[in-house]
């Protein structure tokens, strides 16, 4: 069976298990459906690999390899059989000009691995998100990157499930960005946290509000998948964890310095350096150079009251003594 008619198929099996009435099988459906996406990416890099080796693009390792004749091709490098991985899906088709909504892959891959690790019977909200996000980057792959109608390939009954879901969790998700809009989240990095909002007790994204006011840590949020009421500041911390995941990223591997910390007033990683106050208390901080040397202060020096921590080394001593 060829990798595209694999992809097809892991497709329709997941759709298959979500509409069982075993919720033991709701993981595999997960499953089935990510690896079905995978696929497809992978049966497209196949479909654009030179005739000499229809799969080495997909292959882990390539290498160049120049010929009697002086010709330079790419070959597979050694006799392994594994096969890329979602960031080398990524850096190939980006060379390759092949265009993916990396950002809505992004969504629907994290909320995967959380359910995959954290979930014995994955929540039904959680399911039909990640169904729905799924549908829209599989129907679009298969009609601009294969030509063919999603419909056609899939099958009339596989369509409609997706479809139907689709429907439903974009209806519902356009009320909630609605609803979070009236808020004024006074911080944009408050604006780009709160899209990862999700409740606390199914994990949906499918939050609103009634309130319509200026931020504060008061706002208050209801699940419509559950009926869930909750406060944000609940889930701040994980908003924000989420929002600048990239920075943090980036200051981890690059080195640099973390774009957030730990509030000393309220002790939520909710301190922005770029905003220059946390995001769950709106705390400030109220010493920026030590007052006995001129050292500046970090988040973590607030606690000595305007000394760092070698001056109030010192002034412990002096005081033991």
Known sequence: MSIYKNAIASIQIGVEDYLSPDDRRKLSAVRNIFAGLLLLYKEKLCDLSPGYDKELFVKIDIRPHR????????????????????????????????????????????VRNDVEHYYTVAPEPVIKEILAKSFILIKDFIYHQFQ????????????RELLQIADVYESEKKASVDSLAKIDWKYGTLERAVEFVRCPACSSDLIKTDDTVLYSNAVNFTCSSCGNPFSFTEVVSSCVAEAMYGESYIAM?????????????????????????CLSCEYEMQYGECVRCGAGLSLGDQINEGLCGYCQHLYDKMIDE
Do not use: H
């Open 253 to 277: 591997t690059d080195g640099g310095d973390e774009p957030y910390g730990t509030c000393p007033e309220c002790g939520e990683e909710t301190y922005v350096f770029e905003e220059g106050c």
């Open 148 to 159: 063919e109608e999603p419909v056609d390939v899939l099958g009339e009954d596989c369509w």
């Open 67 to 110: 010929d009697e004749k002086g010709e330079i091709t790419y070959l597979a490098a050694g006799k392994s059989k594994k096969t890329v991985n979602v960031q080398q899906i990524k850096d190939r088709f980006s060379t390759l000009n092949v265009k993916v909504d990396w950002e809505v892959f992004d969504q629907i891959n994290r």
